[in-house]
Nanobody
Framework: QVQLVQSGGGLVQPGGSLILSCVASGFTLDYNAIGWFRQVPGKEREGVSC????????YYADSVKGRFTISRDNAKNTVYLQMNSLIPEDPAVYYC?????????????????WGQGTQVTVSS
């Protein structure tokens, strides 16, 4: 059974940094992609980043390019989202999700497996 367990998140001041982790079990990251998404109540879910292990491709939303970095540690079956220079537009519940690949339409596609979500708050 595929399971994604998230950790990290919390409260940070504007300009600060946080790192989110997503540990996968029930499958190996070697053959799967992990995407990070975020959602604010009343707004559509937004794709943040995706890393595809099969071809090594990485995608970022324009809103986070240059500030967020996605990475993976296949030995630990873990994907990370390093978030730097956090701004007031970044607060949301962040989710990791797994699929066979990212693909060009990764940000709007429904991934089949999801983590439990973690809150990120940016406030002074």
């Amino acid at each position: 059974q595929v399971q994604l367990v998230q950790s990290g998140g919390g409260l940070v001041q504007p300009g600060g940094s946080l790192i989110l982790s997503c540990v996968a079990s029930g499958f190996t990251l070697d053959y799967n992609a992990i995407g990070w998404f975020r959602q604010v109540p009343g707004k559509e879910r937004e794709g943040v980043s995706c890393i595809s292990n099969s071809d090594g491709s990485i995608y970022y939303a324009d809103s986070v390019k240059g500030r967020f970095t996605i990475s993976r540690d296949n030995a630990k079956n873990t994907v990370y989202l390093q978030m730097n220079s956090l701004i007031p537009e970044d607060p949301a519940v962040y989710y990791c999700a797994a699929d066979l690949g990212c693909g060009i339409k990764w940000s709007t596609r429904r991934f089949p497996s999801w983590g439990q979500g973690t809150q990120v708050t940016v406030s002074s």
